[in-house]
């Protein structure tokens, strides 16, 4: 199945080459916030082989799956639930032929998407953001771009979730220049019952959503136009809001 490819900078050092720059953009402000706290070299070096090894023996049979670059994903669907082109009479997104003047095809296309319809369906169907119907058409059942398999982790998405979370942590320790100020923010309790833990689930999700396409919203008012950020990329960033769930042991 074809793929947008992923563009891959080595980070050229003096020594060793930097092989998998997205594990040192991850590891990179680990280390720093953890020494800076005080813990010695040795004892960090230590922790991490100790971590390494464990891992190998962990008997959790979780798969990793790498499925390449996946905003595009998010793009394809936030389309086709805001484009007037794209929804029926009550809002709602339509379902959509494969080819035509609206179809999946013209989708994919609209947002930049180097990808063929029936390679973007089945990937977005892989995950169950869409469904074939009888008619033949696509239909979109989900609001949002899931990348939930069971038993498995998609490498892409979730190592670049990891990498915001840790920059927001660490306030861009282990970088050579200082990005724009992060903050995270947070709310939790430590007497909730485990009878409502899926309530609890349920609520965040639902409201998550409701957040998150308000952020998409203002986003999208904001955004520069596509023949812009050819001309001026080097003065664009990429922002947005990372929201997960809390569940753990007191």
């Not at 998010?74 to 379902?95: F, M, Q, T």
């Not at 008619?135 to 979730?161: A, C, D, H």
């Not at 396409?213 to 664009?236: F, Y």
Request: hydrophobic residues 40%; contains cysteine.
């Amino acid at each position: 199945m074809a793929q947008p490819r992923i563009k891959r900078v080595l980070v050229k050092r003096v020594g060793t080459p930097v092989q998998h720059p997205e594990v040192a953009a991850l590891l990179g402000p680990i280390v720093a916030f953890l020494s800076r706290s005080g813990i010695p070299d040795t004892q960090l070096s230590h922790e991490f082989n100790a971590a390494l090894k464990g891992s190998l023996r962990s008997k959790n049979n979780i798969f990793i799956k790498r499925i390449g670059a996946t905003t595009w994903c998010a793009e394809i669907v936030d389309r086709w639930l805001r484009d007037p082109v794209y929804l029926n009479v009550v809002g709602k997104p339509k379902d959509l032929p494969l080819v035509g003047k609206v179809s999946v095809g013209a989708l994919i296309k609209t947002v930049g998407v180097r990808s063929t319809p029936t390679a973007a369906v089945r990937f977005l169907e892989e995950f169950g953001t869409v469904e074939k119907t009888s008619k033949g058409t696509y239909s979109l059942v989900k609001r949002y771009m899931n990348y939930t398999i069971p038993g498995t982790l998609p490498y892409e998405p979730n190592l670049e979730f990891l990498v915001d979370a840790v920059a927001a942590a660490t306030r861009g320790l282990g970088k050579k220049r200082l990005e724009s100020p992060l903050f995270w923010l947070r709310a939790q309790n430590e007497t909730l019952s485990k009878r409502h833990v899926a309530s609890f689930m349920a609520y965040v999700r639902q409201r998550g959503l409701v957040f998150l396409q308000e952020v998409d919203d203002w986003l999208e008012q904001h955004a520069e136009t596509r023949s812009t950020t050819q001309i001026s990329s080097r003065r664009l960033k990429r922002v947005g809001v990372g929201l997960f769930p809390i569940c753990g042991d007191k």
